[in-house]
Structure formats: structure tokens, C-alpha cells
């Protein structure tokens, strides 16, 4: 069975860091894309970084570009996040996704449970 | 931030057929990228629903369908059963380099 087991969630104070955690089963790690989606409370879906298989290639979305690193060790067959500078805004769920299909036609399954991260003082 | 726009809120009977649009623009979906849609119940992690515009994975019940045209997606659920009661949120590619999700839809079943 494909699983995905995210942790590393918490409360967080603004201008902190936290590093969330993915653990991948049931399939090939090395051979997919790996992606983190967010969800603040109430809200809609927000993509946040892809990474390749490799790990050679990253994509974020804007707001978070030069505080959020995305990166895996396939040895482990994990997925991380690390977030630094994080604000209120930055407040969510955060899912790990593994990705399906070719670029610009590509889709997140499944998703992990999800961990909650909470920015406040 | 959402750049694909859904109705907030969509309803019918059971066995009635509900339609859920998903408007993009010229950057995302009429651009040609595939849309795929997602089903989140109450207090658990989306799930694929729709890939590809139009396929389902396996598992999904064949009351679901989705098409595509133009700038717009739509997805179809006939035979509305409770079990459908959830949000439901489009997903595509923008050409800004990003993957770009709908505003989402909450579905109540009458």
C-alpha cells in the first residue's frame, strides 16, 4: 500500500523555523516527483514547492521562495521541508504529495494525513 | 492566491446531477495544460478524483466525470449520493511555473 506519513509539525513563533518530514512507502521514492501542498484553516489548497527525483530540480510558489528549501533523501525514502522566517501567514496544514504524471500535466497522489503547522507569538 | 475560480457552493437532491466549473485563463488551462480535480471529506487529506481532464483512477465510481474546454473545466457528479457531501477543488499548471488549485467548491447534498 502507498503511504505517505508527514511530521514535524507544531506552534512556531513568527520569524522561527521548523523542518516537516515525510515518510514514503509502498513505492518506488526515487523514480517520482515529490511535492509539499499547504491548507490554512478554512481555506483552500495552496501549492508550495516540487522537487525532481533527484533532487536537481526545485519549484516554489512566490511567497515562499528564499525562506522554504524542499529536499529528499531517497536513501531514506523521505521528503522534507525546511521553513525558516515563518510568519502567521505561513499557518496550515502541510500535505506531502507524490506526483503523477509529465510536466505541465501533472497531478498529486495520494497525500499524507497531513501536520499542522502554527505561526503565533 | 488561487487563480482557477469555482463556485463556492453547489447543491442537489440525491440522484440529481451537479456540475462544479473551474475558470481559468490563457496562462493555465486554455494554454492546454490538463485539469484534475480532488475530493476532500470533512477532516481528512484530498483525494484524486479526476486526472487528465477527463480520467478517473481506479476506485472512483463512474458517477464522476469531468471535461474540459476552452479556459474552463467542469466536473459532473450524477446520481448525488450523501457520501458526496465535501469540498471538491480543480487543480492545474500555470505557466508562471506553478501548479495552481481552484478556489474550491463545497458540495451539500439536500
Known amino acids: 500500500e502507498v503511504q505517505l506519513v508527514e511530521s514535524g509539525g507544531g506552534l512556531v513563533q513568527p520569524g522561527g523555523s521548523l523542518r516537516l518530514s515525510c515518510a514514503a512507502s509502498?513505492?518506488?521514492?526515487?523514480?517520482?516527483?515529490m511535492s509539499w501542498v499547504r491548507q490554512a484553516p478554512g481555506k483552500g489548497l495552496e501549492w508550495v514547492a516540487n522537487?525532481?527525483?533527484?533532487?536537481?530540480?526545485?519549484y516554489y510558489v512566490d511567497s515562499v521562495k528564499g525562506r522554504f528549501t524542499i529536499s529528499r533523501d531517497n536513501a531514506k525514502n523521505s521528503l522534507y521541508l525546511q521553513m525558516n522566517s515563518l510568519r502567521a501567514e505561513d499557518t496550515a496544514v502541510y500535505y506531502c504529495a507524490r506526483v503523477g504524471g509529465i510536466t505541465g500535466t501533472t497531478w498529486f497522489d495520494p497525500w499524507g494525513q497531513g501536520t499542522l503547522v502554527t505561526v503565533s507569538s | 492566491q488561487s487563480v482557477l475560480t469555482q463556485p463556492p457552493s453547489v447543491s442537489g437532491a440525491p440522484g440529481q446531477r451537479v456540475t462544479i466549473s473551474c475558470t481559468g485563463s490563457?496562462?493555465?488551462?486554455?494554454?492546454?495544460?490538463?485539469v484534475h480535480w480532488y475530493q476532500q471529506l470533512p477532516g481528512t487529506a484530498p483525494k484524486l478524483l479526476i486526472y487528465?481532464?477527463?480520467n478517473r483512477p481506479s476506485g472512483v465510481p463512474d458517477r464522476f466525470s469531468g471535461s474540459k474546454s476552452g479556459t474552463s473545466a467542469s466536473l459532473a457528479i450524477s446520481g448525488l449520493q450523501a457520501e458526496d457531501e465535501a469540498d471538491y477543488y480543480c487543480q492545474s499548471y500555470d505557466s508562471s511555473l506553478s501548479e495552481v488549485f481552484g478556489t474550491g467548491t463545497k458540495v451539500t447534498v439536500l
Open positions: 509502498g513505492f518506488t521514492f526515487s523514480s517520482y516527483w
Open positions: 490563457s496562462s493555465n488551462i486554455g494554454a492546454g495544460y490538463d
Open positions: 487528465g481532464n477527463s
Open positions: 522537487i525532481k527525483q533527484d533532487g536537481s530540480e526545485k
